[in-house]
């Protein structure tokens, strides 16, 4: 695994992500890998310590844990316990590593949370998605408005300073009013972080196919982008940080450590059905079948998918990318010496024009997006890398 590309991030420990392929039913947006029964968790886990152990000798250390899915909080606590043991057992865990969890309102009440806090997770992530129970019904969700409120405050109570929350806009039938008392909900819970995602309708999912049925309508781009905007704006005046395109944090310092290494570039490793993995300019993904996983790891083979070599221009697009959906932006020195792409010379044009249209503004050797940038930071990296 080795990288024939400096990639220059102040960041360079690598995070550890591990996908757990269990949910009670299926989000009818949603397409993440998981699989509804539970009959092979504990052949799951046998075979996430033995994955574990085929890569200690290329990921040494670790700073940042993320255990996602999937339904993570579907598991016992025995269950963490195993995972983390196995972890701290393989690897080396630096100092005061940050150690999140996703957990569902539905099944997270506050012993569960005590217990998982002691077990050593000090950052959750729930998914509440709205606090409109019309919303949630049309999402298929498990939980209650109610439910997700006391989880939140079970979680304070179980000594979980650093808690964030996933919200979700644009949804058919939510309108502006619904969304805004939503954010305002958010606020009021003084929560370390906020993710506050558009809807996006995946192709071969329930609403994917109901759209292209023609039974749901999405709002238009208008009306998306004033989502996007005035979530900015209510969220940035009340003191949180807008930090990536969908994420907010009270400080900065709250902003999840993990999910930035892969804003960076820093080296992640994914365990799991389905978990993708990055180290230099290697990218690799694990089979999306609980089935494969397993067989392969019983066959003392790596799950394996595929994987990908980035060339040194696919790194510098994707760095492009990364760096315009994120208020840090791209530091044009350290951008020009990794990727050999001065963007100062080469774009001139096209950045003199974008600043002008307020997309974009170059400050202190950083070229940042500005909030109506971030609000079309895909189309800015067209624009930039193809004009
Ligand atoms: S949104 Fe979460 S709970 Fe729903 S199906 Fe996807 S992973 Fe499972």
């Not at 043991?85 to 996703?102: D, G, H, Q």
Request: net charge negative; aromatic share 10%.
């Amino acid at each position: 695994m080795e990288s024939s590309i400096d990639i220059s991030t102040t960041d360079t420990t690598p995070g550890l992500y591990i996908h757990i392929p269990f949910c009670k039913s299926k989000c009818p947006y949603c397409n993440f890998y998981s699989v509804t029964s539970f009959s092979m968790i504990d052949e799951f886990l046998n075979a996430l310590v033995r994955e574990m152990e085929m890569y200690r000798e290329a990921f040494t250390r670790f700073d940042t844990v993320y255990i996602g899915g999937g339904t993570p909080s579907l598991l016992a606590i025995e269950h963490f316990d195993s995972i983390l043991s196995n972890i701290r057992n393989t690897f080396i865990l630096s100092p005061n590593p940050e150690i999140t969890v996703e957990i569902n309102p539905a099944d997270s009440p506050q012993e569960y949370l005590e217990s998982i806090r002691r077990l050593g997770f000090n950052r959750l992530n729930i998914g509440v998605q709205s606090f409109d129970d019309k919303v949630l019904t049309f999402l298929k969700r498990r939980h209650s408005v109610r439910e997700a409120l006391d989880t939140i405050e079970a979680a304070g109570n179980a000594g979980f300073e650093n808690i964030g929350i996933d919200l979700i806009y644009g949804i058919p039938g939510q309108n502006m009013t619904s969304w805004l008392d939503t954010v305002s909900q958010a606020l009021s819970l003084n929560l370390a972080h906020l993710s506050c995602y558009q809807l996006t309708i995946e192709a071969g999912t329930p609403l994917g196919l109901r759209h292209h049925r023609g039974e749901i309508v999405l709002h238009d781009e208008e009306l998306q982008h004033a989502f996007f905007i005035k979530t900015s704006e209510i969220l940035e005046n009340a003191g949180y940080v807008h930090y990536e395109v969908s994420n907010f944090a009270r400080d900065i310092s709250l902003a999840s450590k993990h999910n930035q290494k892969y804003w960076n570039h820093t080296p992640y490793l994914g365990l799991g059905p389905a978990a993708h993995s990055f180290m230099g300019h290697k990218r690799w993904w694990n089979h999306s079948s609980l089935d494969e996983y397993i067989g392969d790891i019983e066959a003392g083979k790596l799950p394996l998918d595929s994987s990908e070599i980035l060339t040194r221009e696919q790194l510098h697009l994707e760095a492009f990318f990364l760096g315009l959906r994120t208020k840090r932006g791209i530091h044009l020195h350290n951008y020009s010496c990794t990727y050999g792409y001065d963007l100062i010379s080469e774009k001139a044009d096209t950045l003199a024009r974008l600043v002008k249209a307020g997309f974009i503004e170059i400050n202190e050797g950083y070229l940042l997006p500005t909030r109506t940038g971030l609000a079309v930071a895909d189309s800015l990296v067209s624009i930039l890398a193809f004009e």
